[in-house]
């Protein structure tokens, strides 16, 4: 069956010297151990302890058993970055970028296998799981050239004789906390321009996602990166992550970059801000979309559906509030609801052209029927959608045996208002809440109602209307004329409101989170000249102007 290309993976980056452990998968892939990576090292929890990583589509599939790691674990992990650090910062900057270049070609030699691995151990379906690997090789390609950049500049001195520079320096030790649902491409957003600014890093992998990190951890150390820049733990919930930001406290860490959940990125925020200890959140969304009566119905619905159920509605972009003006309501919701019904659903790995997979996990799926019922219990109406899938209860287009794995309904609701908390709730999963608007300016008031403000669409072809929602929207991505996923490695991403807090992966944007302008005067002059005081006079000429005629 589809086993050829997880296989791959298994022989190219993960088999050296790693162990089979007995399974009875169901598709005969291999169950592996896994293990920590510190200071180029592979090592286990120091008490023993180990969680498994299944497959969400096929959950008798095990594909690991990883080392539940200890606080022992994580501070050894910091020492061993800290360690590294002073030798990293001071490899040229082309140098660390040639590393990175290299990592991203490795990944494309093995992205079919790698693409397989995070199909196998998120569901995501595979097309998807492939532009997550492409969007971490953009990244790769992006800052392999950013290493013969990293500009600093020269500044003119009010003094004579006296030069002034401005140079980026890094920040030090980075802990680094990211989701499962892109488990390669969000990451590499993190550590990719860590490493490149010349930071060392402790990164937890997602508890949903260890094969792929360690995995991706593997290939980063192939590529040439010297032992301690990358160290890997894994752990779970509140485990590593929270031995990683406790560390903040202990002045051990100098950075934390998290994307995450509003609640928990408010508390690392706070841990941060009183130890003043630089922090990147890239936290929840409720996307707003916007359709005009002057839109292209078609591209919308299509925008719309693709934003609300692509990736099983796990994306942080993921369209939550869909806002639909009134004169067009009717006709949208007819070929809209048309789509929602004929949604195909399954196991990608064997039955490519799904729409969407199974959650991310068995955790996920319990956090999204809260969120369904949530729904409920707010008051909208409920007009398609059955929670999690059974065999008895599937919708039509759901490939497979139901029972394997851990499938939802998708799910829409109408009747939203903006007091409902269903309105102003993230729920991540495959869920639209849908508003209608009398006109733009409500439509617009309405995409800026919920609490969060990271991406944003609006379908028209009224070009005012466009740029009054682009000006008049606050959010960290738009989307015109597209749907509110599909952010480019090279553009700036992030959010404000209760989106995150003003850091943006990504691009050259991105490097202001893992360096600090240093400052640097040059007093060439043999002498000691004081800036503001010895500065010589100019003389202004008497102008030939009667001022007292403006009084
Ligand atoms: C995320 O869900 O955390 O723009 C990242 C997008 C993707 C990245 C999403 N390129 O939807």
Redesign the pocket.
Known sequence: MNGTAPEQVMTHVLEVGLEHLESDNPNGLPKIKGYNIINGQLTESSDGGTFETTNPAWQTDCLGVFPLSTKSDVHDALAAAGAAFPGWAATPAPTRGQIIGNMGRLLMEHKDSIVALETREIGKTLKESAGSVQ?AIDTCLFFQSEGRRLYGQTVNSELPNKELFTYRRPLGVCGIIN?C??PA??PFWKMIPAIMCGNTCVWKSPQDAPLLSFALARIMHEAGLPDGVINLVHGKGSGAGQHLVDAVDEGLVNKISF?GSTAVGKMIGEVCGRNLVSASL?LGGKNPLVVMPTANLENAVEGAYWAAFGTAGQ???SLGNLIIHKDIYDSFMEMFMAKVESTTIGDSSRHPGVLYGPMLSEKYAKDFLIGVEMCKASGATHIFGKGRITNEKKPSGFLGDASEGVYMWPHVFVDVTEDMECFQEEIFGPVVTIVKADDFDHGLHLANASPYGLSSAIYTNDRLEAYRYKTGIKAGMTGINNST???EAHLPFGGVKGSGNGTRESGIWVIEAYSYWHAVNDELSGKLQLAQMDVDEVEIEEADVDYSALS
């Open positions: 969007e989701a649902n892109f491409a969000v994307t890239e994306r942080c972009t996923t599909g952010a």
